[in-house]
T-cell receptor, first 114, second 113 residues
Framework: SAVISQKPSRDICQRGTSLTIQCQVD?????MFWYRQQPGQSLTLIAT?????????ESGFVIDKFPISRPNLTFSTLTVSNMSPEDSSIYLC???????????FGEGSWLTVV | GNSVTQMEGPVTLSEEAFLTINCTYT??????LFWYVQYPGEGLQLLLK?????DKGSNKGFEATYRKETTSFHLEKGSVQVSDSAVYFC????????????FGTGTRLLVSP
């Protein structure tokens, strides 16, 4: 497995502001994923971030709203822009390990937009 | 397309009861199958996995067997504890094409003393 650290772990944000979530992994990984989990719901993939290329977004998610950086093989950021209460969710970073066999998750960043 | 169906919760059990949480899937080819657990206020933890038919994943007393003939990956535990109270997610990952995880809706387990 790997140690996947996310910051912030929790935050309360004002609507209209933006927040950047950081994800740090203790080993080099090729594929990193960002998920959203709305209250009481399952997980939805936002985008896949590979080092050295633009992030690939899933249907319903756009770069202007969720810009992602992937500057190296151990780090990524997800920004939630111009937040509204509907963005209140857990945002989870995940990485692909075990030779591409298994995806592990960070502890999540719990955002509340007021 | 690929999809995962889980039994709806909550599942309410007394301590030491037997647990089964049903999971069935639809996929092309032979995906890898996973159970993740989310304890209250925490992120997702990998509980167990199986990568091919008839494999049995196990961890912390939980087990699940990859049944290709029934396209199922049911989670079982012989004797649950209060500390097992959590939400359990079944997921699949295709072994071809874009390999993103596909999650079920999650099943909440509540274990009372």
């Amino acid at each position: 497995s790997a140690v996947i650290s996310q910051k912030p772990s929790r935050d309360i944000c004002q609507r209209g502001t933006s927040l950047t979530i950081q994800c740090q992994v203790d080993s080099q990984v090729t594929m990193m994923f960002w998920y959203r989990q709305q209250p009481g719901q399952s997980l939805t993939l936002i985008a896949t971030a590979n080092q050295g290329s633009e992030a690939t977004y899933e249907s319903g998610f756009v770069i202007d709203k969720f810009p992602i950086s992937r500057p190296n093989l151990t780090f990524s950021t997800l920004t939630v822009s111009n937040m509204s209460p509907e963005d209140s969710s857990i945002y989870l970073c995940s990485v692909d390990l075990d030779g591409g066999n298994t995806i592990y998750f960070g502890e999540g960043s719990w955002l509340t937009v007021v | 397309g690929n999809s995962v169906t889980q039994m709806e919760g909550p599942v309410t059990l007394s301590e030491e009861a037997f647990l089964t949480i049903n999971c069935t899937y639809t996929a092309t080819g032979y995906p890898s199958l996973f159970w993740y657990v989310q304890y209250p206020g925490e992120g997702l933890q990998l509980l167990l996995k199986a990568t091919k038919a008839d494999d049995k994943g196990s961890n912390k007393g939980f087990e699940a067997t990859y049944r290709k003939e029934t396209t199922s990956f049911h989670l079982e535990k012989g004797s649950v504890q209060v500390s097992d109270s959590a939400v359990y997610f079944c997921a699949l990952r295709p072994n071809t094409g874009f390999q993103k995880l596909v999650f079920g809706t999650g099943t909440r387990l509540l274990v009372s003393p």
